[in-house]
Nanobody
Framework: QVHLTESGGNSVEAGGSLRLTCADS????????MAWFRQAPGKEREAVAT????????HYADSVQGRFIISHEKAKNRQYLQMNNLKPEDTAMYYC?????????????????????WGQGTQVTVSS
């Protein structure tokens, strides 16, 4: 079992930036699919971004394209979500997720049910 722990959530004004960090307990596979999801009150959890560490390919939700960057330092047991030009609609609980069996093509589909490992969530609040 891989354990994930998020940190970095905070309250920030619109237009500001924030970096979320996810620490993991270590993977058995050389290549891992890593992802960030978010869930706002009254809404379903939605995919934000994924990265496949085998080639560092990424995919982003249209709503965050050009503003957010997903990255990793797998050897240091870390993945990140850099959030720039934050908007009030970005307000949500953010969750990191990972799976060791997804290959690149499936990883970039950002299907929530594909991910076996989840963090506890960290709150991001963007004020206008």
């Amino acid at each position: 079992q891989v354990h994930l722990t998020e940190s970095g959530g905070n309250s920030v004004e619109a237009g500001g930036s924030l970096r979320l960090t996810c620490a993991d307990s270590g993977y058995s596979y050389a290549s891992v699919c890593m992802a960030w999801f978010r869930q706002a009150p009254g809404k379903e959890r939605e995919a934000v971004a994924t990265i496949y560490t085998g080639d560092d390919s990424t995919h982003y939700a249209d709503s965050v394209q050009g503003r957010f960057i997903i990255s990793h330092e797998k050897a240091k047991n870390r993945q990140y979500l850099q959030m720039n030009n934050l908007k009030p609609e970005d307000t949500a609980m953010y969750y990191c997720a990972a799976d060791e069996l997804l290959l690149q093509r499936r990883c970039l589909e950002m299907a929530i049910d594909d991910f076996d490992y989840w963090g506890q969530g960290t709150q991001v609040t963007v004020s206008s």
